[in-house]
């Protein structure tokens, strides 16, 4: 540990005029460790801070460590005492309030420890997720994309927790909070923060059998000034004592060194952080068919109404073996789908005849001999689509295209865009990412749409 004595000084005008010299010197007086082979900078980076190699990095090399004191969580602010104490008032379906709790002290506080790190996002200007759109480019641009409800639902939930929890308890607290400064527009823009810029350590599945709550998340100095592409080549490492970033593949000389927010499809990317990978170049992208649009699908192509009659039956009984809901989704990946237990069995049960479907209500479920997971996959991935049944070809095909009917551009306008640099170059920010985040989507559909076609 460096002691007092060994400190920097941390000079409250460099934090203003040189905000990223004053976080390295104060990296050094908390013992966080970087490496000589990288270096952060805004030039040369993708989207503001971020880090490039000096040198050639070799796989294993680490990049920085992190002691574990210098985090900020809820069991490291100066609040820790009051958010311990009010646990059981602070609990909420996010699980965010206690660390939301801990910035709003720090990032307002002028003495917090933290304050070098803090002040690298002097006014949060940078961030630009969806939640901060107004509804109407919402639901222009993001239409089908499943952002706009997405969004609504944090807004809804942060303003709830804000009004019913936060400001409750920070009244009760006024040595500490002062509901004036810390109000719902800094509160928002520290949930955005939360959103794009911490991290939660994985719980160790020890026991698989027993569902463990997953850690609330903390605010990681360093890691989170790095950004993120699908094709990373750094990943964080936790142990007892520090957080290690650490090189996953060679990293060569000038390249920007990226580390991964997880596996994520540009609309999860646009909707948390604010960007979208261009398209096609996110390998984990993703898309969504509604469940009820696979059951829309169904009825559509029933021949007649007691087709109709037993399909409700059929949907039910998918629904109360919690295979199917109101609001789930069958997702598609690149390479084809990745709910492949659940549509499988609803493929399956949807267009079984009247007799199978007796005796699988009779049985309340399968016997023994039905097929695997590993069959499942392969089934249904894309280089086998075309191999389907008739019948559930027809079933993806039509609910594909209800998907696609559900976006507020079409296809052949996208492609058409995205093709014309030229009507590239004349989008703004916002409506370039949402065509990448619609058209990868899109795109996925179309193979689907293809693969599962009737011979004409
Ligand atoms: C954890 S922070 C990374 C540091 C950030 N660049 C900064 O200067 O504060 C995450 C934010 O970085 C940006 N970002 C990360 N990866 C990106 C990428 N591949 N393309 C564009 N922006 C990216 C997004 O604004 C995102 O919300």
């Known amino acids: 540990m460096a002691t007092d004595t060994k400190r920097p000084k941390i000079d409250d005008e460099v934090c203003v005029l040189d905000p990223l010299k004053n976080f390295l010197l104060w990296c050094d007086s908390v013992n966080l460790t970087l490496s000589d082979k990288v270096y952060l ?15 050639d990095i070799e796989e294993g090399h680490i990049l920085f460590s992190i002691p574990r004191e210098t985090l900020l969580h809820q069991g490291t602010t100066k609040v820790k005492r009051v958010l311990e104490e009010g646990k059981k008032t602070l609990e909420s379906a996010s699980g965010w ?57 944090d807004l809804k939930k942060l303003q709830d927790e804000y009004n019913n929890i936060v400001l409750p308890f920070m009244k009760s607290h006024p040595d500490l909070w002062d509901p004036e400064k810390h109000n719902l527009e800094l509160y928002k823009s520290l949930v ?66 990226f580390n991964t927010y997880g596996q994520m499809a540009n609309w999860q990317l646009l909707h948390m952080y604010g960007f979208a990978e ?33 399909l409700v039956d059929k949907w039910n009984m998918l629904s109360e073996m919690e295979i199917v809901g109101e609001k789930g989704v069958f997702i598609f990946g690149q390479l084809g789908s990745l709910t492949y237990n659940e549509l499988y069995t609803t493929l399956k049960v949807l267009c079984m005849p009247v007799q199978d479907f007796e005796d699988f209500c009779e049985n309340e479920g399968w016997e023994e001999d039905e097929e695997d997971d590993d069959e499942m996959e392969e089934a249904l ?76």
């Open 381 to 456: 991935s894309f280089s086998k689509l075309t191999g389907l049944s008739a019948e559930w070809k027809c079933l993806l095909h039509t609910a594909s295209a209800l998907m696609l009917d559900s976006y507020s551009e079409d296809v052949e306008m996208d492609r058409r865009r995205l093709e014309d640099q030229g009507a590239l170059a004349e989008l703004g920010s916002r409506e370039k990412r949402a065509l990448h985040v619609r058209y990868g989507q899109k795109s996925i559909l179309q193979r689907l749409q293809q693969l599962t076609k009737p011979p004409s």
């Open 192 to 257: 955005a923060f939360v959103m794009a810029y911490s991290f939660q350590e994985p719980v160790e599945d020890e026991d698989e059998e027993e569902e463990k709550q997953p850690n609330p998340p903390m605010m990681v100095p360093m890691a989170d000034m790095l950004n993120h592409v699908s094709k990373h080549n750094a990943n964080l490492e936790y142990t007892p004592e520090c957080l290690k970033m650490v090189s996953v593949r060679h990293i060569g000389k000038g390249e920007e060194v």
């Open 97 to 153: 309030v206690p660390l939301l709790l801990g910035l709003l002290y720090e990032y307002t506080c002028s003495q917090s420890h933290w304050k070098p790190y803090l002040s690298l996002w002097p006014d949060f200007k940078t961030l630009d997720q969806p939640m901060f759109w107004s509804e109407e480019e919402r639901d222009k641009v993001l239409k089908g994309t499943g952002i706009p409800e997405a969004v609504n639902t």
């Open 41 to 55: 900078s805004k030039a040369g980076t993708v989207a503001e801070y971020g880090m490039l190699a000096k040198e």
């Open 278 to 310: 261009p398209f096609p170049m996110n390998s984990n992208d993703t898309t969504d068919i509604q469940m009820s649009s696979v059951y829309k699908a169904a009825v559509q192509v029933a021949q007649n109404e007691a087709d109709q009659r037993l």
